[in-house]
């Protein structure tokens, strides 16, 4: 099983490069494990390379460094978004502005 994303910043119609992402699971003791950081390419995309088995996930965006770079003020310095990995290939977009975010479950 395989997780990627996609982040889109509406603000400037096009795609969010260079935001910190990171991908952790949640153990059996309910601590957060990291399991792997990135930033985002060109494109606004990054697939991480680690194997993901069944369970709780989750992806932490800095979406408050990624605005502030570009000199904009934003409400929220993070987004977590987390999700259940049961099979499969799980694919979660991000469409960021300063203020608003929206997400779902893409293919």
Request: charged share 10%.
């Amino acid at each position: 099983m395989t997780v990627s994303t996609h982040v889109l910043d509406a603000s400037v119609g096009g795609p969010a490069s260079g935001v910190a992402v990171m991908l952790s699971f949640l153990d059996s003791s309910g601590a957060w494990v990291a399991v792997e950081s990135a930033e985002t390419d060109g494109d606004g995309r990054h697939r991480f390379g680690a194997a993901t088995g069944p369970g709780v996930y989750r992806l932490v965006f800095g979406t408050g460094a990624y605005f502030a770079a570009r000199g904009v003020a934003a409400f929220y310095p993070e987004v977590t978004i987390t999700f259940t990995v049961v099979d499969g290939h799980y694919h979660v977009p991000l469409l960021l502005s300063p203020f608003a975010y929206s997400t779902y479950r893409g293919s």
